[in-house]
């Protein structure tokens, strides 16, 4: 593990010496995910972009891409482009990515089950605001609005989220 890594541990998320309390999935951390299971899964994932909502912040890397109106996420097993940002209008099952609330404010995008998606492993996992301490996620990681927007910066290429 390096310093600039975001490991997971029984207290929050380490990262550069610091530990931010987050959120997981509501069942916890598993070896074998799937879709629509409610875990976070086990391993070492590399982040791998990082998006953002340009009406409601500043850019918080010079890498970050704007979130638009017509931009979705694929969570249907069953097309070609499942577990890939897509565009609206989009016929198949998928996740709006400008939400009315602020959980996708700001995200950071893993490479769990990306880019070569295995059908049923199950889509995304973010790191995303959270609704509210404590309340837990589909399988992505949650923090509160200030600590994302303080990690978010310090974020680079190298950064991987490791969960033990």
């Not at 982040?47 to 891409?65: H, Q, T």
Request: hydrophobic share 35%.
């Amino acid at each position: 593990m390096k310093r600039d890594d975001l490991v997971l541990t029984p207290r929050g998320l380490r990262f550069q010496g610091r530990i931010y309390p987050c959120t997981i999935g509501k069942t916890g951390v598993t070896s074998r995910k799937r879709e629509g299971d409610g875990a976070t899964p086990r391993g070492t994932h590399r982040i791998v972009g990082m998006l953002y909502r340009p009406d409601r912040l500043a850019r918080p890397a010079p890498w970050a891409l704007p979130i638009g109106p017509r931009d979705l996420w694929s969570d249907d097993e069953s097309d070609a482009d499942y577990n890939m940002m897509v565009r609206a209008p989009y016929p198949h099952s998928h996740e709006k990515l400008r939400r009315s609330d602020p959980l996708y404010d700001l995200v950071l995008l893993t490479d769990w089950n990306w880019p070569y998606a295995v059908k049923g492993r199950g889509s995304a996992i973010f790191i995303h605001q959270y609704r509210r301490p404590g309340y837990p996620t589909e399988g992505c990681i949650a923090l509160a609005r200030e600590n994302l927007r303080d990690i978010a910066p310090r974020i680079t290429f190298q950064t991987r989220l490791i969960v033990p």
